[in-house]
């Protein structure tokens, strides 16, 4: 956006985020800041640099406009299909995704939210019943390293997410390699919860039911699926 507008724009990325995505983000034009060992650190020195220069600020995940781009997947996913699935199975880091997600289908449709078990910001939310901090780590961290779940995500997950479950490195790990192995599909770690939740059986379908599978993100070094 900022490179049609023609204005500079500045991404704060943490250190355990990958080069693969920093490579994308300067390709695009963008001036990569890297700093902090994780997202939060890097948003609050992104917070610090916006008020030194008064530029505007994009949240990754907790700003309305965000979360509403984030949820015009599901828009085009009932478009494709004609209909939505029974069952969408989404991955969660900061909820932006999953908030944009549900905000679109509402009770329509069933929506699952995932997360790893080292990084369970939704979760400890539910637990505690209000978003707290958590310790992040483990294999998505460096795209589902959130340590907060968003207001805005948080907000929309209390009205139109029933179930949010958890799932262990090894299992996202299997679904990774699995998709490419099987499909040739080079994803993140965080964009296989959700097959990572068919294969272990920590969600089950029931007969007929219609499941789909958001496979976002491929910001990670390919030589990885090894």
Same mark, same amino acid.
């Given at each position: 956006?900022?490179?049609?507008? /023609?204005?500079?724009?500045?991404?704060? !990325? =943490?250190e355990v985020s990958p080069e693969a995505k920093r490579a994308r983000l300067r390709a695009l034009g963008?001036?990569?800041v890297v700093t902090g060992a994780?997202? %939060?650190e890097a948003f609050?020195?992104?917070v610090a640099r916006q008020q030194a220069t008064g530029a505007l600020q994009a949240h990754a995940y907790d700003q309305p406009e965000v979360v509403a /781009?984030? /949820?015009?997947?599901?828009?085009?996913?009932?478009e494709q299909g004609g209909r939505l =699935?029974? +069952?969408?199975?989404? %991955? !969660?880091g900061g909820g932006g995704l999953i908030g944009g997600v549900a905000a679109w289908?509402? %009770?329509?449709?069933?929506?699952?939210?995932?997360?790893p078990e080292?990084? =369970? +910001?939704?979760?400890?939310a539910r637990a505690a019943g209000q978003p707290v901090d958590v310790e992040v780590g483990g294999l998505a961290a460096d795209s589902l390293g959130a340590r907060r779940i968003g207001a805005i995500g948080w907000e929309v997950s209390q009205r139109h997410v029933h179930d949010a479950l958890l799932l262990s490195d090894d299992a996202i790990r299997a679904a990774q390699l699995w998709l490419w192995q099987e499909l040739k599909l080079a994803v993140e770690p965080a964009a296989a919860l959700g097959l990572a939740a068919l294969q272990t059986g920590a969600y089950k379908p029931q007969p007929q039911e219609t499941v789909a599978l958001i496979l976002c993100g491929a910001n990670f070094d390919p030589a990885s699926l090894t």
């Open positions: 956006a900022a490179r049609a507008l /023609g204005v500079r724009c500045e991404v704060f !990325v =943490p963008a001036e990569v994780a997202y %939060s609050e020195a992104c /781009g984030a /949820g015009t997947l599901a828009l085009e996913l009932e =699935p029974d +069952t969408l199975l989404v %991955s !969660v289908v509402e %009770s329509r449709a069933h929506v699952v939210a995932l997360e080292r990084a =369970p +910001t939704l979760h400890a």
